[in-house]
């Protein structure tokens, strides 16, 4: 299959390219070429240029048409293997083993054992993988029929392009296909060829009942659905929704309301009732007022109300008679009464009387009135009075009345308070004549011992009840200086004693002083060692000079006068190591202080000029000068003969670690080092060199004369006498160099050595 698509407009379509396509009901079938054919039906398409694995087939049929075919009936399979040419690898249909279960893939449901159309002895799932279905077209055996196949075998793919589409049926039904068409079957609710129609049901009209509806299909149509309710306070009687039925009935009556009723109520024994009803007698709304006679108070609510529950607002009043407060028997009397309605209520009356010895106080009798009141005032009896006692001075008054304060019978007892003695009859009686037994007694305060002030203070007192008597309170201080040992103040007891011992005075101490170190402490005492007066002076050994006052004196507040002085070292100039030196120190009592020390030393190729050894004075001082380190000398050099020298010096001219390069003029040769070095020992690493002159062009010319391969006998004895006086320069140099490197048989470094000098030749 090379490409095919297929579009639709104004209910035409047109197939583009070289794949076969064919029409229920319609005879038109092209093979490899291009056509056109107007329909509206299901249509079958298979891939005439191409075999597909199962997956790809159904790639191809989703990307062109509609899926793999799913066969719907026995007359599609007939007209499926009458149209399509043989292939002898068949064409895959749309169905799949999924999950162990043969399954239409585009629709998704099961096959069906009615619609089976397998073939002899299949499916038989050979090598346990064959998941997919071909159809055999017109095979010699079995033409139509179903064979299981490995999904990944090669066939034509076998499309459909369904007529059925999402718009059709009006959404109502299900669209079927059929050979060369289609027809809807309608859900419930729905008629008409599209499932246009919906079933109309009869129009609802409710009375005396909220109704609240939803249509979905159009009003008091097929799934319209209405809910009722009754007010509050009314019973609904029916169902509480009603839905419109595919069978254009309602799914059930339509429902009523009626008042909910409340128990019939009565009118309260002395009492009345008085109703109005709005909806019937006794129910939903019913009002009832209640009221009693005069004398009768009514108990509970004064009206009831018939709820939407049934039930009344409230419980059931009833009427009571008017209550009075109870009466009591007054004391030291009697009460006798008489109840009409109940003890103590409306008309109740009482007597009054009192027994001998007391009088009535108030009416003899009172009654109980229709506002729940006693005519007249409350009835008593009252004892006969005694004048009214009071507590003697610092005592107090205990009494015990029978029949009311400071009356008959009423006992007193007299005492004082703790530290006084009662003077006069401990307890009177009130008597019935009306007077006291005895006279009023009185109260003493007791004596305690004079005091006096201690030595070093004072004595400051308060008397409440005379000198020195019980309350009287001493106090005690002492002069500047001193502390109060004992207590500050001494009461005078109810025993007649004074709180506390006897108090004195003594000097305030001050923390104990110690003398600084290197130093001495010397103190006077007035009032003891270290208190209050005392006077140390403070001093300090040779070499330490005293930081802090010189003396300190104890005051009344317990501390000395000034900060605790201090014993310093005399400090010297701070020492610092000399140039080319080092500088170490030992300090006794602090950097550079009185008995400090401290040793010089020069680094190597320099030496220590001045003392090694400094020591701090108690003045202050060090012993001698700050000493300098001075550069090792090496002996003056001078330029060779014939020859120059060029020095560099660090310390100084010809000193530690100075350099100096020896050269010799043109035509001399420099016999030894080139450069000497000043050592820390004050010598030259070698010894100065000197210049001498170069033979080298002499013994060329030698060399040149004597070179022929043929000389005459006077050229043989002339030769002779220049070999010979070579010889004798060469001795003479020989004598210069061991002059100049004496050393240089033994090994030790000189200006040249051996090897060196003879190159030098």
Same mark, same amino acid.
């Given at each position: 299959?090379?490409?095919?698509?297929?579009?639709?407009?104004?209910?035409?379509?047109?197939?583009?390219?070289?794949?076969?396509?064919?029409?229920?009901?319609?005879?038109?079938?092209?093979?490899?070429?291009?056509?056109?054919?107007?329909?509206?039906?299901?249509?079958?398409?298979?891939?005439?240029?191409?075999?597909?694995?199962?997956?790809?087939?159904?790639?191809?049929?989703?990307?062109?048409?509609?899926?793999?075919?799913?066969?719907?009936?026995?007359?599609?399979?007939?007209?499926?293997?009458?149209?399509?040419?043989?292939?002898?690898?068949?064409?895959?249909?749309?169905?799949?083993?999924?999950?162990?279960?043969?399954?239409?893939?585009?629709?998704?449901?099961?096959?069906?054992?009615?619609?089976?159309?397998?073939?002899?002895?299949?499916?038989?799932?050979?090598?346990?993988?064959?998941?997919?279905?071909?159809?055999?077209?017109?095979?010699?055996?079995?033409?139509?029929?179903?064979?299981?196949?490995?999904?990944?075998?090669?066939?034509?793919?076998?499309?459909?392009?369904?007529?059925?589409?999402?718009?059709?049926?009006?959404?109502?039904?299900?669209?079927?296909?059929?050979?060369?068409?289609?027809?809807?079957?309608?859900?419930?609710?729905?008629?008409?060829?599209?499932?246009?129609?919906?079933?109309?049901?009869?129009?609802?009209?409710?009375?005396?009942?909220?109704?609240?509806?939803?249509?979905?299909?159009?009003?008091?149509?097929?799934?319209?659905?209405?809910?009722?309710?009754?007010?509050?306070?009314?019973?609904?009687?029916?169902?509480?929704?009603?839905?419109?039925?595919?069978?254009?009935?309602?799914?059930?009556?339509?429902?009523?309301?009626?008042?909910?009723?409340?128990?019939?109520?009565?009118?309260?024994?002395?009492?009345?009732?008085?109703?109005?009803?709005?909806?019937?007698?006794?129910?939903?709304?019913?009002?009832?007022?209640?009221?009693?006679?005069?004398?009768?108070?009514?108990?509970?609510?004064?009206?009831?109300?018939?709820?939407?529950?049934?039930?009344?607002?409230?419980?059931?009043?009833?009427?009571?008679?008017?209550?009075?407060?109870?009466?009591?028997?007054?004391?030291?009397?009697?009460?006798?009464?008489?109840?009409?309605?109940?003890?103590?209520?409306?008309?109740?009356?009482?007597?009054?009387?009192?027994?001998?010895?007391?009088?009535?106080?108030?009416?003899?009798?009172?009654?109980?009135?229709?506002?729940?009141?006693?005519?007249?005032?409350?009835?008593?009896?009252?004892?006969?009075?005694?004048?009214?006692?009071?507590?003697?001075?610092?005592?107090?008054?205990?009494?015990?009345?029978?029949?009311?304060?400071?009356?008959?019978?009423?006992?007193?007892?007299?005492?004082?308070?703790?530290?006084?003695?009662?003077?006069?009859?401990?307890?009177?009686?009130?008597?019935?004549?009306?007077?006291?037994?005895?006279?009023?007694?009185?109260?003493?305060?007791?004596?305690?011992?004079?005091?006096?002030?201690?030595?070093?203070?004072?004595?400051?007192?308060?008397?409440?009840?005379?000198?020195?008597?019980? @309350?009287?309170?001493?106090?005690?201080?002492?002069? #500047? !200086?001193?502390?109060?040992?004992?207590?500050?103040?001494? /009461?005078? =007891? +109810?025993?007649?004693?004074?709180?506390?011992?006897?108090?004195?005075?003594?000097?305030?101490?001050?923390?104990?002083?110690?003398?600084?170190?290197?130093?001495?402490?010397?103190?006077?005492?007035?009032?003891?060692?270290?208190?209050?007066?005392?006077?140390?002076?403070?001093?300090?050994?040779?070499?330490?000079?005293?930081? @802090?006052?010189?003396?300190?004196?104890?005051?009344? #507040? !317990?501390?000395?006068?000034?900060?605790?002085?201090?014993? /310093?070292? =005399? +400090?010297?100039?701070?020492?610092?190591?000399?140039?080319?030196?080092?500088?170490?120190?030992?300090?006794?009592?602090?950097?550079?202080?009185?008995?400090?020390?401290?040793?010089?030393?020069?680094?190597?190729?320099?030496?220590?000029?001045?003392?090694?050894?400094?020591?701090?004075?108690?003045?202050?001082?060090?012993?001698?000068?700050?000493?300098?380190?001075?550069?090792?000398?090496?002996?003056?050099?001078?330029?060779?003969?014939?020859?120059?020298?060029?020095?560099?010096?660090?310390?100084?001219?010809?000193?530690?670690?100075?350099?100096?390069?020896?050269?010799?003029?043109?035509?001399?040769?420099?016999?030894?080092?080139?450069?000497?070095?000043?050592?820390?020992?004050?010598?030259?690493?070698?010894?100065?060199?000197?210049?001498?002159?170069?033979?080298?062009?002499?013994?060329?010319?030698?060399?040149?004369?004597?070179?022929?391969?043929?000389?005459?006998?006077?050229?043989?004895?002339?030769?002779?006498?220049?070999?010979?006086?070579?010889?004798?320069?060469?001795?003479?140099?020989?004598?210069?160099?061991?002059?100049?490197?004496?050393?240089?048989?033994?090994?030790?470094?000189?200006?040249?050595?051996?090897?060196?000098?003879?190159?030098?030749?």
């Amino acid at each position: 299959m090379g490409t095919a698509a297929g579009l639709r407009s104004a209910g035409r379509t047109w197939a583009l390219g070289s794949c076969g396509i064919f029409y229920l009901g319609i005879a038109a079938i092209a093979w490899g070429a291009v056509t056109w054919v107007e329909v509206g039906a299901w249509t079958y398409h298979y891939s005439d240029r191409g075999d597909y694995a199962w997956e790809q087939a159904r790639n191809y049929c989703q990307t062109f048409f509609t899926d793999l075919v799913a066969i719907q009936n026995k007359q599609e399979i007939e007209y499926l293997n009458r149209s399509l040419p043989f292939h002898k690898r068949y064409y895959w249909i749309g169905i799949r083993k999924l999950h162990g279960t043969w399954t239409w893939v585009g629709t998704r449901k099961a096959l069906t054992k009615e619609a089976e159309n397998w073939a002899a002895r299949e499916p038989n799932n050979r090598r346990s993988n064959q998941d997919c279905v071909e159809i055999y077209i017109k095979r010699p055996q079995e033409s139509g029929k179903w064979n299981d196949e490995s999904c990944n075998q090669k066939k034509k793919a076998l499309c459909y392009r369904a007529s059925c589409q999402p718009f059709q049926c009006s959404q109502r039904g299900e669209c079927v296909e059929t050979i060369g068409s289609y027809r809807c079957e309608c859900y419930p609710g729905f008629h008409g060829p599209e499932c246009e129609n919906v079933v109309q049901c009869a129009k609802l009209e409710p009375r005396g009942v909220h109704m609240n509806c939803s249509h979905p299909y159009g009003d008091f149509s097929y799934n319209s659905t209405c809910v009722f309710r009754c007010q509050e306070g009314f019973e609904q009687r029916g169902a509480d929704t009603l839905r419109c039925l595919p069978s254009q009935q309602w799914s059930a009556d339509t429902p009523t309301c009626t008042a909910i009723s409340c128990p019939v109520l009565s009118a309260p024994d002395q009492g009345e009732l008085n109703c109005s009803h709005l909806y019937g007698d006794f129910t939903f709304g019913s009002k009832c007022a209640f009221s009693c006679q005069t004398g009768f108070a009514l108990t509970g609510p004064e009206s009831r109300e018939c709820t939407a529950t049934g039930t009344w607002t409230g419980d059931s009043p009833h009427c009571e008679a008017v209550a009075c407060p109870v009466l009591s028997v007054p004391d030291q009397g009697e009460l006798n009464c008489s109840h009409l309605h109940g003890d103590f209520t409306f008309g109740s009356r009482c007597a009054f009387s009192c027994q001998t010895g007391f009088a009535l106080m108030g009416p003899e009798s009172r009654e109980c009135t229709a506002t729940g009141t006693w005519t007249g005032d409350t009835a008593r009896c009252k004892a006969i009075s005694c004048p009214v006692l009071s507590a003697p001075d610092q005592g107090e008054l205990n009494c015990s009345h029978l029949h009311g304060d400071f009356t008959f019978g009423s006992t007193c007892a007299f005492s004082c308070q703790t530290g006084f003695v009662l003077m006069g009859p401990e307890s009177r009686k009130c008597t019935a004549t009306g007077t006291w037994t005895g006279d009023n007694p009185r109260c003493k305060a007791i004596t305690c011992p004079v005091l006096s002030a201690p030595d070093q203070g004072e004595l400051n007192c308060s008397h409440l009840h005379g000198d020195f008597t019980f @309350g009287s309170t001493c106090a005690f201080s002492c002069q #500047t !200086g001193f502390v109060l040992m004992g207590p500050e103040s001494r /009461k005078c =007891t +109810a025993t007649g004693t004074w709180t506390g011992d006897n108090p004195r005075c003594k000097a305030i101490t001050c923390p104990v002083l110690s003398a600084p170190d290197q130093g001495e402490l010397n103190c006077s005492h007035l009032h003891g060692d270290f208190t209050f007066g005392s006077t140390c002076a403070f001093s300090c050994q040779t070499g330490f000079v005293l930081m @802090g006052p010189e003396t300190r004196e104890c005051t009344a #507040t !317990g501390r000395w006068t000034g900060d605790a002085p201090r014993c /310093k070292a =005399t +400090a010297c100039p701070m020492l610092s190591a000399p140039s080319w030196g080092e500088l170490n120190c030992s300090h006794l009592h602090g950097n550079f202080a009185f008995g400090s020390t401290c040793d010089f030393s020069c680094q190597t190729g320099f030496v220590l000029m001045g003392l090694e050894s400094h020591e701090c004075t108690a003045m202050g001082t060090w012993t001698g000068d700050t000493p300098q380190c001075k550069a090792i000398s090496c002996p003056v050099l001078d330029p060779p003969s014939r020859g120059q020298l060029s020095c560099s010096h660090v310390h100084g001219n010809f000193t530690y670690n100075s350099t100096c390069t020896f050269s010799c003029e043109k035509g001399f040769l420099r016999m030894g080092a080139e450069m000497l070095w000043c050592e820390a020992t004050g010598n030259w690493t070698r010894h100065a060199p000197v210049c001498e002159e170069d033979g080298a062009p002499f013994l060329k010319q030698v060399l040149a004369y004597s070179s022929g391969t043929a000389l005459a006998l006077a050229g043989i004895v002339l030769s002779g006498m220049l070999i010979a006086l070579l010889a004798k320069r060469l001795s003479n140099r020989e004598e210069k160099k061991k002059l100049l490197n004496p050393t240089s048989d033994l090994g030790s470094p000189g200006i040249f050595t051996n090897a060196a000098y003879d190159a030098n030749l």
